[in-house]
T-cell receptor, first 111, second 118 residues
Framework: QKEVEQNSGPLSVPEGAIASLNCTYS??????FFWYRQYSGKSPELIMS????GDKEDGRFTAQLNKASQYVSLLIRDSQPSDSATYLC???????????FGQGTELSVKP | GAGVSQSPRYKVAKRGQDVALRCDPI?????LFWYQQALGQGPEFLTY????????KSGLPSDRFFAERPEGSVSTLKIQRTQQEDSAVYLC????????????????FGDGTRLSIL
């Protein structure tokens, strides 16, 4: 069983809409959660980190964490075509800090 | 440097050849990670260094894979007798701090080396 699960997509939303990306994880003791954005042929770029239950907002991005449900999500408001990329959910393994990634969700924002 | 630097960006090798991939982490970052990313998949952990010590190599897929960081800065990932299944993007990441209290700090990635084995 994969430890971090994401829908692979593609997820297609119109420009200006809210894009909702979801992720579940299996390790109940995980403490740190990250969203990375990866453009084709480029390296993963950190978008958000979240450590506590609830919402964390940064500009157009909001990360949501629910440890009881082992669920973390990323909302992108006012989606732009430049947001089109693969979004990777990553969970810290608490032992040295290696990241366990989901397979990524491909987001396409249509003008 | 300003970011994590990896070289070469692209490497093509014939099956059976040895390859060496280089990572230069962000200055002052003591923790360094190697990941392998297959096409359409998320990165998968290979190995982790804290300074020059290799603390976790549980993700290395076989004994053909070897990594080192002799002076606690630049790291090299070596793959011996390459196979076609080794074709992937190899990502290096670094993180500030050491020890458990920094383990939740984000990792910063280089642009990777795209390895193709013919």
């Amino acid at each position: 069983q994969k430890e971090v699960e994401q829908n692979s997509g593609p997820l297609s939303v119109p420009e200006g809409a809210i894009a909702s990306l979801n992720c579940t994880y299996s390790d109940r003791v995980s403490q740190s959660f990250f969203w990375y954005r990866q453009y084709s042929g480029k390296s993963p770029e950190l978008i958000m980190s979240i450590y506590s239950n609830g919402d964390k907002e940064d500009g157009r991005f909001t990360a949501q964490l629910n440890k009881a449900s082992q669920y973390v999500s990323l909302l992108i408001r006012d989606s732009q075509p430049s947001d089109s990329a693969t979004y990777l959910c990553a969970v810290n393994d608490n032992q040295g800090g290696k990241l366990i990634f989901g397979q990524g969700t491909e987001l396409s924002v249509k003008p | 440097g300003a970011g994590v630097s990896q070289s070469p960006r692209y490497k093509v090798a014939k099956r059976g050849q040895d390859v060496a991939l280089r990572c230069d982490p962000i200055s002052g970052h003591v923790s360094l990670f190697w990941y392998q990313q297959a096409l359409g998949q998320g990165p998968e952990f290979l190995t982790y260094f804290q300074n020059e010590a290799q603390l976790d190599k549980s993700g290395l897929p076989s004994d053909r894979f070897f990594a080192e960081r002799p002076e606690g800065s630049v790291s090299t990932l070596k793959i011996q007798r390459t196979q076609q299944e080794d074709s992937a993007v190899y990502l290096c990441a670094s993180r500030t701090g050491q020890g458990d209290r920094y383990s939740n700090q984000p990792q910063h990635f280089g642009d990777g080396t795209r390895l193709s084995i013919l």
